[in-house]
């Protein structure tokens, strides 16, 4: 079982992504749902529940990561490890086209290959701006980079 974060442990994590998912880049504003902290390295691979292997995650994200290390990049078919935001940078695997993301690298790629099956960024904005509307009244972000 996962062990959880602290509270401390959490707003740290938060503070550190600046509340957006350190996979897909979304706002906490944004979602539909609460993010998550997830475990970079699942506990069950010895992952500890430490601030240096956990990533703030939107739903998305964290469901289609699972405990996986690793998933098979599209392009070459080899097993691929995923992107590991505590050792890598984002925008070295990952550019946005439009309202999608792109993985530019082996990483990028087999990263979002696991995700092929949720909505696009755009059908996630769209569905975050009707929730929050619908339950708050509040519109969705600009991204900030």
Same mark, same amino acid.
């Given at each position: 079982?996962?062990?959880?974060?602290?509270?401390?442990?959490?707003?740290?994590?938060?503070?550190?992504?600046?509340?957006?998912?350190?996979?897909?880049?979304?706002?906490?504003?944004?979602?539909?749902?609460?993010?998550?902290?997830?475990?970079?390295?699942?506990?069950?691979?010895?992952?500890?529940?430490?601030?240096?292997?956990?990533?703030?995650?939107?739903?998305?994200?964290?469901?289609?990561?699972?405990?996986?290390?690793?998933?098979?990049?599209?392009?070459?078919?080899?097993?691929?490890?995923?992107?590991?935001?505590?050792?890598?940078?984002?925008?070295?695997?990952?550019?946005?086209?439009?309202?999608?993301?792109?993985?530019?690298?082996?990483?990028?790629?087999?990263? /979002?290959? $696991?995700?092929? !099956?949720?909505?696009? @960024?755009?059908?996630?904005? &769209?569905?975050?701006?009707? /929730?929050? $509307?619908?339950? !708050?009244?509040?519109? @969705?972000?600009?991204?900030? &980079?």
């Amino acid at each position: 079982m996962t062990a959880r974060p602290s509270a401390d442990l959490r707003r740290q994590v938060i503070r550190r992504a600046g509340n957006r998912c350190e996979y897909c880049l979304i706002h906490q504003d944004d979602a539909i749902a609460s993010h998550q902290t997830d475990h970079v390295i699942a506990d069950k691979h010895g992952g500890p529940t430490s601030l240096s292997n956990l990533a703030l995650a939107c739903i998305l994200c964290n469901i289609r990561k699972g405990s996986d290390l690793s998933s098979v990049d599209p392009e070459t078919n080899e097993v691929t490890p995923l992107f590991n935001p505590r050792t890598q940078i984002w925008e070295d695997h990952f550019r946005f086209e439009d309202t999608s993301i792109i993985g530019q690298t082996p990483v990028g790629r087999a990263t /979002f290959s $696991i995700r092929q !099956r949720v909505p696009q @960024l755009a059908t996630y904005r &769209w569905a975050s701006k009707y /929730f929050f $509307i619908k339950s !708050r009244g509040r519109a @969705l972000r600009s991204p900030q &980079w």
